[in-house]
């Protein structure tokens, strides 16, 4: 969750992320969000954190099938 969606792509592409995607060198925008509120995003974020693996991937695939990196579309500031 991030209320600078840009700005934390750009982390994430220099590296700059969180532990677990330094760890695994992930850089690729395949999904987002954008909700009206931040309680509404750490819910839905808390949600989907509980989903399994297989559901995670056709929420993406429903929205990306082609699991194509979507960072070109937010402006980075």
């Known amino acids: 969750m991030t209320n600078n969606l840009g700005r934390r ?3 994430h592409k220099k590296g700059l992320g ?3 995607t330094t760890k ?5 925008l395949v999904y987002y969000e ?12 808390k949600q989907i954190k ?3 693996r297989d559901w995670k991937l ?3 695939k429903s929205i990306n ?13």
Do not use: C
């Open 18 to 20: 969180s532990k677990f």
């Open 24 to 28: 695994y060198n992930l850089n690729v």
């Open 34 to 45: 954008e909700l009206s509120s931040m309680y509404s995003a750490i819910v839905r974020e």
């Open 65 to 77: 099938p082609e699991m194509l990196d979507l960072s070109g579309e937010i402006p980075w500031q």
């Open 50 to 52: 509980n989903w399994h």
């Open 58 to 60: 056709n929420l993406i």
């Open 9 to 11: 792509i750009e982390q």
